[in-house]
């Protein structure tokens, strides 16, 4: 558990004052200074239109790791809440519900996101929409499958006949049992909506410029791959690290809570 | 009164429950004997509503039983309650405002429970300390029914008793009907003010402890009569 | 048996059909006007709204929804893809042609995958917890946090621009395609290692192995008849996951390295919002999806009988 709060401080803390540090206004045109090496002025050096590509690293952090939090984040709600209802109600809701999420897993999520950002518009909603529609899956069965377990259990009967309201039997009941398994799942869905969030921006139907996003800054600098060739570097190493950062720690968390439930 | 009238529940292709037909007055103690897989979880599932009954009718004084806030004692005492939360929240969970004054602590003096067991979590208590703060949480809000699910199975011997005279005496002080589901016959036959008889779902007889106990009308009914017996939990001349 | 196969069949059914509509849904409600954006793709600069309403009628864009859905089924189920709503071409030929170009790709990939992963989760398995074990773990972690695009982008600086010793871009010959098959086949290395691992690892540490040997059952019959087979559990369960991943890879690894192939085809066809195109790419992917999973949902049963799917 430790090691998804510091996580998530170490994130929301890049994303947060990262851009504090950024030394230049990152959509700043500077042409005369167009893809220049790494040096004292420019750390990283900058890209085609002369806008320094440090600063554009630390201000992509709030793009890339500020939406994939929200995307993940939404998609936790949808995906619990459904999963929810497919349980609790029984019969043929959940014949219905699951059916509906398989539909939606039978189908690799990324290329559903593609086609629905690229459809609806490209930009930052629909790519939050893209991402949130097909990412809530996983949360859905998780959360089905602990309520079924929940459904008959002593506590929740009781709760029951006591007349709770279903809100307050979620709230007291379900949600702490959720939770654990839940933030699991959150952790593999936050590093796959970072790597959507690049994807899609790469191809083009993501964030739009001039925002500086890690995945749009990689279609910027593929272009200069054979004159400027770090420039493609830094992106996609500030990608794979906030992917691996968020990866070891959901692995963390998962043996935490193997260990608790087995027994030390 | 609780009135049940030709019930019978399907859980997929067999019958649980085949017209079960049953009536228990306000104020009395209903004593249902039968084996493990006889349909006692069924039946009180049936009752309160938790399952649908494929026919037939189940009533508390006319209307749905569900209505007049029947509570349950279960077997297994610490799952029924929250294992993340104090004990005292979830015996006030009946209740819509605070206890009413003095009620609380009348129960607890009753059921030989001081206030601090209360303020641990189900863990943190002994089996018997849970079922008697079961009995605690189905009493509170002061039901006109309370069903116990197999109530002392999960205790031992001495609690057993002291659980038993327990649930009866507070019957006598509050007065609720109390639907007893038991494979203890000895139990029954002390405590019921009638038993009937569960097998494979059926009914198979209904009669006053005394009269069950002197001479049961079905064969069932007498091989579980003689081999409570032979095992020492009634005895002979009842 | 044959109950529980007609039931995942049914299930199957019940999905495409979902995805079809789902599919066709969502285009159908895609915001902007989808004549126009034909009308500007085909004639360019020559826009009336008379030539928009044409457009709208030759590509049936004016009929209501359930309508116009059930006109799209009806032939799809004889896999008749229509046309292209801006060429005016059948579907199918330019289908295939792209198919030609990615199945290749995809099958060199996962031969790569396996072909790495496999005697790489061996090797670690032999000392577990051994530097062997832990570094091929530390190397498959990284590998799965690498989106393919960068890991092209990447092998391109590296063996195109550097040492250039392959072409980087396009598909005209056979060696354009070893960028794109190792960029793709390293990330299905970097999973299926980790899971073929752990895999192998939980199958030995079952316990009645320790008897078989006391026994005196050899390893390699251990091995072939008890270690495997329960190793194949998960990595089927893998497979229609790496499915996935291979897809989702082909639609990048296409972009990067120029390739025409289905990936290209459809960031095409959205871009010009050419429906006739996506609804087929999308359907089709569906098809392989459930196709490829149905088979692996059968394969379990026989595996393990008591299994009753994945996810019972």
Redesign the interface.
């Known amino acids: 558990m430790r090691s998804v709060v510091m996580l998530a401080v170490v994130m929301v803390t890049v994303a947060g004052i990262g851009p504090l540090f950024a030394p230049y206004d990152p959509t700043a045109i500077n042409i005369p200074n167009r893809l220049s090496p790494p040096s004292s002025e420019f750390p990283l050096g900058t890209d085609a239109l002369g806008r320094d590509i440090l600063s554009r690293i630390l201000h992509g952090a709030r793009w890339s790791l500020g939406l994939a939090f929200v995307v993940s984040l939404i998609s936790l709600v949808i995906g619990t809440a459904i999963g929810l209802l497919a349980a609790l109600g029984g019969g043929l809701t959940d014949w219905v519900t699951m059916r509906t999420t398989d539909s939606f897993l039978a189908f690799p999520e990324l290329v559903a996101a593609i086609v629905i950002a690229g459809l609806t518009g490209g930009g930052t909603w629909s790519l939050i929409f893209a991402l949130a529609v097909t990412g809530w899956m996983r949360y859905a069965r998780v959360a089905r499958g602990i309520g079924l377990s929940l459904k008959t259990r002593g506590y929740v009967i009781q709760a029951q006949l006591a007349g709770m309201s279903g809100l307050a039997i979620a709230r007291w009941h379900y949600l702490p049992s959720l939770l654990p398994s839940l933030t699991v799942v959150w952790t593999g869905m936050f590093a796959r909506a970072i790597l959507g969030i690049s994807a899609l921006g790469f191809l083009g139907f993501g964030v739009q410029p001039p925002n500086p996003e890690w995945g749009s800054m990689l279609l910027d600098a593929r272009v200069h791959i054979r004159s400027t060739p770090l420039q493609m570097i830094w992106p996609g190493l500030a990608v794979v690290i906030s992917v691996l950062a968020i990866n070891l720690a959901g692995d963390a968390l998962r043996d935490a809570l193997a260990e608790e439930r087995d027994g030390p | 009164m609780l009135e049940l009238t030709k019930v019978s529940v399907k859980r997929g292709k067999t019958p649980t429950l085949r017209d079960v037909s049953l009536r228990l007055p306000a104020g009395q103690t209903l004593a249902v004997v039968g084996e493990s897989g006889a349909g006692k979880s069924t039946l009180i599932a049936t009752i309160l509503g938790l399952l649908k009954p494929t026919s037939g009718t189940v009533a508390w004084c006319g209307a749905a039983v569900r209505a007049c806030r029947p509570a349950l004692v279960m077997q297994e005492p610490r799952a029924a309650f929250n294992p993340a939360l104090s004990l005292r929240r979830s015996v006030m969970e009946p209740l819509r405002r605070g206890p009413a004054e003095g009620r609380l602590e009348r129960l607890c003096a009753g059921l030989d429970l001081s206030a601090e067991i209360l303020d641990r979590r189900p863990g943190e208590v002994s089996i018997g300390q849970a079922q008697r703060v079961g009995i605690l949480r189905a009493l509170i809000a002061a039901p006109p029914l309370v069903l116990f699910d197999e109530p002392l199975s999960a205790l031992d011997a001495v609690t057993q008793k002291q659980t038993a005279r327990l649930i009866s005496d507070l019957q006598r002080e509050e007065g609720f009907a109390a639907l007893i589901v038991t494979h203890d016959l000895g139990y029954a036959v002390a405590h019921g003010d009638e038993i009937a008889v569960l097998k494979a779902g059926r009914i198979e007889e209904i009669a006053s402890p005394r009269a069950f106990a002197l001479a049961p009308q079905s064969d069932y009914g007498r091989q579980l009569r003689d081999a409570a017996i032979a095992l020492g939990s009634l005895e002979a001349a009842a | 048996m044959i109950a529980a196969l007609a039931g995942l069949l049914l299930?199957a059914v019940?999905?495409?059909f979902?995805?079809a509509l789902?599919?066709f849904a969502?285009?159908w409600n895609?915001?902007?006007d989808p004549a126009q954006a034909i009308a500007m793709a085909r004639f360019d600069a020559l826009l009336t709204d008379d030539v928009i309403d044409q457009v709208r009628v030759e590509a049936g864009l004016d009929r209501t929804f359930w309508v116009a859905f059930l006109d799209w089924l009806g032939p799809l189920l004889r896999l008749d893809f229509g046309h292209s709503s801006v060429t005016g071409r059948p579907v199918w030929p330019d289908l295939s042609n792209a198919m030609g170009y990615t199945f290749p790709l995809a099958l060199a990939a996962l031969v790569i995958g396996i072909g790495v992963s496999l005697p790489l989760a061996y090797l670690a398995t032999r000392r577990p917890g051994g530097w062997l074990d832990r570094a091929s773990v530390a190397v498959a972690?990284?590998g799965?946090?690498?989106?393919a695009?960068?890991l092209g982008?990447?092998l391109?600086?590296i063996f195109a621009?550097h040492l250039a010793w392959l072409p980087a871009m396009g598909a005209r010959t056979p060696a354009h395609g070893i960028l794109p098959a190792v960029t793709l086949g390293l990330g299905v290395a970097a999973s299926l290692t980790r899971i073929i691992r752990s895999g192998i690892l939980e199958a030995r540490a079952r316990p009645f192995l320790p008897a078989l040997r006391r026994r005196g059952v050899g390893s390699a019959a251990i091995g072939r008849d008890h270690v495997a087979p329960h190793a194949a559990v998960p990595v089927l369960t893998v497979l229609g996951l790496e499915?996935?991943?291979l897809?989702?890879g082909l639609?990048?690894v296409e972009?990067?390295f120029g390739r025409p192939g289905l990936g290209s085809f459809?960031?095409t066809a959205?871009?010009a919002?050419d429906f006739p195109h996506?609804q087929a790419v999308?359907v089709l992917?569906?098809l392989i999806?459930?196709t490829v999973?149905l088979v692996i949902d059968v394969a379990y049963r026989i595996l393990d009988p008591r299994i009753g799917g994945r996810?019972a």
Do not use: K, Q
């Open positions: 299930r019940v999905v495409l979902g995805t789902l599919t969502l285009l895609s915001p902007g972690t990284l799965t946090a690498i989106p695009y960068w982008l990447l391109i600086l621009v499915l996935a991943f897809l989702e639609v990048l972009a990067i459809l960031v959205i871009m919002r996506v999308v992917t569906a999806f459930v999973n996810d």
